[in-house]
């Protein structure tokens, strides 16, 4: 009887078994590692595509202006209106002067600029619809920034409320912008459609606006989709295959 089950497991068969384990057992961790990868990185392009409030940058001279944008990144779900403060963190270099709506607003308020211009509150309603869901780059207001001293000022924003189209509140991130003031030798000019590069990537062009101020609408950027980030739909199903298929040899 013992020398029938020896020769049933002959060491040739031994081998060949444990070495389709670890055959199996590497599938498997390569397919744990590709479901892993795709996770990590769909993750990330739902962080990115947060809805962010950015206020561009801009130069001016001691005794001169600029003007900054308060430009909304993207709207996933449309936008009802909003309400958010601005500040400048550095009051003796810049302060507020004065501040404006695009035209698609139809519904504003009139802009409350503090007495010493280091805040001011905006709140704007759309009451025709004219930012829809998916728009991208959406201008919120303009604002005027006078130069005081020489330096660079720090202008922060601070969302209050902003009301999607579906009647639901979001929160949007924030990202600063600086206002750098030179002593009058240089040209002083206004960034209020672009933003730094040092946005993480972000299209840094606001919605255009003619010649007469009047605002043109969100840009036709398609909205961003969930799924596998850069992963196609195929590597997924073919890393659960061969996660299955480990399964199986491991089995046997």
């Known amino acids: 009887m013992i020398r029938r089950i020896r020769s049933t497991l002959s060491p040739r068969s031994i081998l060949a078994d444990a070495r389709q384990r670890r055959v199996a057992t590497a599938v498997a961790l390569v397919a744990l590692a590709l479901l892993g990868a795709v996770a990590a990185t769909g993750t990330a392009a739902a962080q990115s595509d947060q809805p962010t409030v950015v206020v561009t940058d801009a130069t001016a001279t001691a005794d001169g202006t600029a003007t900054v944008g ?3 990144t ?3 779900n449309g936008l009802a209106g909003y309400y958010l403060d601005i500040t400048v963190e550095t009051p003796g270099t810049a302060r507020i002067q004065s501040a404006s709506y695009p035209d698609r607003f139809g519904l504003t308020t009139e802009p409350q600029i503090g007495s010493d211009g280091t805040t001011a509150t905006l709140e704007a309603a759309d009451m025709e619809g004219a930012v829809e869901p998916g728009a991208t780059n959406v201008t919120l207001a ?4 006078a130069g005081a001293e ?3 000022a ?3 924003v601070t969302p209050r409320q902003f009301d999607a189209d579906t009647g ?3 929160e949007p991130a924030t990202q600063s912008g600086t206002v750098t003031v030179s002593d009058g030798a240089t040209t002083p000019t206004a960034d209020a459609g672009s933003t730094d590069a040092s946005n993480g990537g972000q299209s840094s062009q606001s919605d255009a606006s003619t010649a007469d101020g009047t605002d043109a ?3 036709d950027t398609p909205a961003p989709t969930s799924g596998f980030g850069t992963f196609p739909t195929p590597l997924v199903v073919v890393a659960i295959a061969l996660l299955l298929g480990g399964a199986r040899w491991r089995q046997r």
């Open 168 to 170: 639901n509140a979001f």
């Open 150 to 152: 020489p330096g660079e």
């Open 217 to 219: 609408g969100p840009t």
């Open 142 to 145: 303009t604002v005027e920034i």
């Open 70 to 72: 308060i430009v909304l």
């Open 154 to 156: 720090t202008l922060s």
């Open 74 to 76: 993207n709207a996933p």
